[in-house]
Every structure is written in C-alpha cells, then in structure tokens.
C-alpha cells in the first residue's frame, strides 16, 4: 500500500480551517486501519488521530478533539482529515499511516506499517 498527501496543507491564519487528504494505491485500501500524525520541528512525530477500516470507529488525541475529524472514503481509497479552528501550536508537517491490521486503533509511529509523505501546515498568529 502507498499512499500519498495531496491537496490541503499551507498556510493559514489561526481559526481557519484546512483539509487533508491522503489518497492510497494498491488493492486492499479497507483491509488497512489508518491514522494521522504530525511532527513539529525539533519535535518527535505525534499522534493526531486514528480510524479503523470500516470508519465506524475513531479515536483522537486530546489536542485535536472537538477541532479535527478523521473520515476515509475506502471506494476511493482516500483518507482525510478536517481541521478546524487551527492553532499556532498546529504547525507541522502530517502524515497519513496504515496498519494492516484492520481492526486496530493505532495511535504509535511504530506500529504503522506504511507512510505516506507528508505535508506542511502552517498556522500563523
């Protein structure tokens, strides 16, 4: 599975709104639990949030709840991610990841088994 960001990252005010997209390649897209995360400069890579194959079940870190909605489309092998009322403290470059595990929630780097490239978002005061 390969998957890449396209379309949404940039610059924008605070208290804007930004969507990411991440559009994968290869069979088998609904088979893959997918998650978002961030690294900020001189930072290690985060969680932002998780969905599990069907959509039916999400998860999301503290920081994003009630802002961000995670959403797949699995007919067009395409995650997103709706972000809204963005903050400074929101600046860094997002990462879409899959885990061939379905059925999981994963909200580690380590248990992702493919990236996709990732995009800067950039939230100015």
């Known amino acids: 599975l390969r998957c890449s960001c396209r379309v949404g990252g940039g610059l924008v005010q605070a208290g804007a709104s930004l969507k990411l997209s991440c559009a994968a390649s290869g069979p088998s897209f609904s088979n893959y639990a997918m998650s978002w995360f961030r690294q900020a400069p001189g930072k290690e890579r985060e969680f932002v949030a998780a969905?599990?194959?069907?959509?039916?079940?999400?998860y999301y870190a503290d920081f994003v709840k009630g802002r961000f909605t995670i959403a797949r489309n699995n007919a067009m092998k395409t995650l997103f991610l709706q972000m809204n009322s963005l903050k400074p403290e929101d600046t860094a470059v997002y990462f879409c990841?899959?885990?061939?595990?379905?059925?999981?929630?994963?909200?580690?780097?380590?248990?992702?088994?493919?990236w996709g490239k990732g995009t800067l978002v950039t939230v100015s005061s």
């Open positions: 990841g899959a885990d061939s595990n379905g059925h999981t929630i994963m909200t580690v780097p380590e248990g992702i088994d493919y």
């Open positions: 969905i599990n194959w069907s959509g039916g079940t999400t």
